[in-house]
């Protein structure tokens, strides 16, 4: 049986979906069998393995799964160690945060001085606790861990945050933030022998290199005065140097085409427009590499 690359995968939850949507944009067919364990990928010689997120850092430490794709912030808990990670891979951001009832005065980490923290990641705080040189009391807590402070459990918790709401309904507020997360692949230490596989895992990360880097960039194009071309690639975000070319009978302008790797918002044209930039395009890419 020739063998096949394995991905470990969030199996349903919050990065289920990012991750399949990820693998398909790169290009491979996934096929949901019946084996809810593992999905094939029809055009390549890959299996997806579909598990519980918090056992993917050790799938692929062990190197059951040669990659994984999961958030940062599960990898800092179980701890690195020889896990290599490859790239980030722009979804499932999200902030680990330090959060206290609304009016507590904080003033860094040395107001959690000899308080109870209620929290799901104890490794990560307590690392974060000990770079700060402060002690204070870590309170394990498997989920809900909002509720800790209304149950007097804990005064201070420490949680993931994405929108804030949950915060909110709990009458807490951010003070602080522990990391910043997001998915991002994750790759063995175990490299198997074979270069058929290699030549496979080689096309995985070039694949979703050019997804997550084609993700969120933008083409643009616009006619724009010679005049002020050095403004234009000023505003233009993350835009590279910007390709230029001569417009038939126009001395005085000129076209600019340029890739942005950062969103494109409206304010951003309204500031080309008064750069005096005009017919300006923005078009979605589909592929980079
Ligand atoms: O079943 P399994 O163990 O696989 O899943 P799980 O329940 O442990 O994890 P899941 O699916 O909830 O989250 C998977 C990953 O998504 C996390 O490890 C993060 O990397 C990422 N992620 C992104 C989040 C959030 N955003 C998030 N908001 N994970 C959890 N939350 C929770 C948070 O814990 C809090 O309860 O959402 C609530 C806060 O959200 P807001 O929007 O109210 O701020
Ligand atoms: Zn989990």
Redesign the pocket.
């Known amino acids: 049986m020739t063998p096949r690359l394995r991905i470990a995968i969030?199996?349903?939850?919050?990065?289920g979906e990012g991750s399949i949507g990820i693998i398909e944009s790169a290009g491979f067919r996934v096929i949901k069998g019946a084996n809810e364990l593992f999905y094939r990928i029809e055009n390549a010689p890959i299996d997806l393995l579909c598990v519980?997120?918090?056992d993917i850092p050790t799938f692929v430490e062990v190197g059951i799964a040669d990659f994984g794709i999961v958030?940062?912030?599960?990898v800092e808990e179980h701890g690195a160690g020889a896990l290599t990670e490859v790239m980030k891979l722009g979804f499932?951001?999200?902030d680990l945060k330090i959060a206290a009832p609304v009016g507590f005065s904080y003033a860094g980490p040395q107001s959690l001085k000899g308080l109870r923290i209620a929290t799901s990641y104890a490794n990560t705080l307590k690392r974060f606790l000990e770079r700060a040189g402060v002690w204070a009391e870590i309170v394990p807590m498997r989920g809900a861990?909002?509720v800790a402070p209304r149950l007097k459990l804990a005064q201070v918790i420490c949680?993931?945050?994405?929108?804030?709401?949950?915060?909110e309904a709990n009458g807490l507020a951010a003070v602080d933030t522990v990391m910043q997360?997001e998915?991002v692949l994750i790759r063995s230490p175990i490299q198997r022998d074979d270069p058929e596989l290699t030549h496979v895992a080689e096309s995985v990360v070039q694949r979703l290199r050019g997804v997550s880097a084609s993700r969120g960039a933008k083409y643009v194009m616009m006619n724009a005065p010679k005049a002020s071309l050095a403004e234009i690639s000023r505003i233009l975000p993350g835009a590279g140097a910007p390709t230029v070319t001569p417009l038939a009978g126009r001395e005085d302008a000129v076209a600019v085409h340029a890739v942005c790797q950062e969103s494109v918002f409206w304010e951003t044209l309204e500031q080309l427009r008064a750069a005096g930039a005009s017919a300006i395009l923005v078009l979605p890419i589909e592929k980079m590499m």
């Open positions: 969030q199996k349903s939850g919050r990065l519980r997120d918090d958030g940062r912030n599960v499932g951001r999200c861990v909002e949680d993931l945050v994405s929108t804030g709401a949950t915060l997360s998915a």
